[in-house]
């Protein structure tokens, strides 16, 4: 009979599916900086991803015009240091994170539908079950 140490369980595999909340108006009125919230949800990632190689972790961002996948674990090509610098998470996660803002931004623009202030979170709920169903 294999060690437990030995066996791999199909159970060990955990999948985080983060909703990153890039609502404007609601960050003016937090106390804690978009910035500070930023540096803390990247440290957690990281942890998840260092506690088992076979982790996985997806973000998607929720604006007030659109929600979209920004980062995916298993589509990412290089879980290591880009430049020695910062780990391929961080600046993978963060370029897309200010398109994402940008793209947003620019759909609001388009739109004007008036004083809509609040986030697309059905929708990034809906996208969070079909990641976790697929």
């Known amino acids: 009979m294999p060690s437990a140490s030995t066996k791999l369980y199909a159970d060990d595999v955990s999948l985080l599916v983060l909703l990153l909340d890039t609502n404007p108006f609601f960050w003016t009125t937090s106390s804690l900086p978009f910035s500070k919230f930023l540096s803390n949800v990247l440290t957690l990632l990281n942890s998840i991803l260092l506690l088992n190689q076979i982790n996985q972790?997806?973000?998607?961002?929720?604006?007030?015009?659109?929600?979209?996948?920004?980062?995916?674990?298993?589509?990412?090509?290089?879980?290591?240091?880009?430049?020695?610098?910062?780990?391929?998470?961080?600046?993978?996660?963060?370029?897309?994170?200010e398109e994402f803002v940008t793209r947003d931004e620019q759909l609001g623009e388009q739109q004007s539908l008036g004083a809509t202030v609040s986030s697309l979170l059905s929708g990034s709920l809906s996208m969070a079950l079909c990641c976790i169903l697929v």
Do not use: H, R
Not at 74 to 83: F, I, K, R
């Open 57 to 97: 972790v997806v973000v998607i961002a929720t604006g007030c015009n659109s929600c979209d996948y920004i980062y995916d674990s298993s589509l990412s090509t290089n879980p290591g240091a880009v430049n020695g610098i910062m780990p391929a998470l961080c600046s993978e996660l963060l370029q897309k994170l």
